[in-house]
């Protein structure tokens, strides 16, 4: 079974442009989840796709915006890009649809998007 | 924000040996897991421990809960030096509207010497 597959791997832009990332998750499962990784600010979440609905979202501007495809991939875009935006962005798909009390959201990552922001 | 601080933030054993971290959180959760990173990759899933559980056990790895103090601890015994990785803890409070949403605390960057 393939894992969650993310594109590109690196990438390297400059401040004010803007980007977007792929991530293709394992089939069957229905939810994908971003992670944002910084030395300083550590995982943070940013948004979580189910059945093409964003379901939750994490504390971060507008500039960061999501959305999910009829077969589960999702891609996520960051505009206006500052150097803060600079880190390792994970995706991760997960199964169990997260149903909060009965349901385990166990998820898989991919190996992730290093944007470096100049 | 994140939900948990882990503590050791470093730590440094020799192989064969035992290494626990430990890791507190702040509100009430269904479940909590741990994960292992490998030099910045994507996250890898350990154990999943539910809030109604007090240990649990998986190969070479033992989690302990304690919802009254907020705290899990993890412990890899005999280590091995392919064990180097940094381990997270990660909380899971959704018990209304679903979802995943996942908070990770801040790790532990564990290096198995041989």
């Known amino acids: 079974k393939a894992g969650v597959t993310q594109t590109p791997r690196y990438l390297i832009k400059t401040r004010g442009q803007q980007v977007t990332l792929s991530c293709s998750p394992i089939s069957g499962h229905r939810s994908v989840s971003w992670y944002q990784q910084t030395p300083g600010q550590g995982l943070q979440f940013l948004f979580e796709y189910f059945s093409e609905t964003q379901r939750n979202k994490g504390n971060f501007p507008g500039r960061f915006s999501g959305r999910q495809f009829s077969n589960s991939r999702s891609e996520m875009n960051v505009s206006t890009l500052e150097l803060g935006d600079s880190a390792l962005y994970l995706c991760?798909?997960?199964?169990?649809?997260?149903?909060?009390?009965?349901?385990?959201?166990?998820?898989?990552f991919g190996a992730g998007s290093r944007l470096t922001v100049l | 924000s994140q939900q948990g601080e882990e503590d050791p933030q470093a730590l440094s054993i020799q192989e064969g040996e035992n290494a626990t971290m430990n890791c507190s959180y702040k509100t009430s959760i269904n479940n909590l897991q741990w994960y292992r990173q490998n030099s910045g990759r994507g996250l890898v899933h350990l154990i999943l421990i539910r809030s109604n559980e007090r240990e649990k056990h998986s190969g070479r790895l033992r989690v302990t809960l304690d919802t009254s103090k907020k705290s899990s601890s993890l412990l890899i015994t005999a280590s091995r030096a392919a064990d180097t990785a940094s381990y997270f803890c990660a909380t899971d409070a959704s018990f209304t509207g679903g979802g995943n949403k996942l908070t990770f605390g801040t790790g532990t960057q564990l290096k198995v010497e041989l």
């Open positions: 991760a798909s997960s199964f169990t649809p997260g149903t909060g009390g009965t349901g385990a959201n166990v998820l898989t």
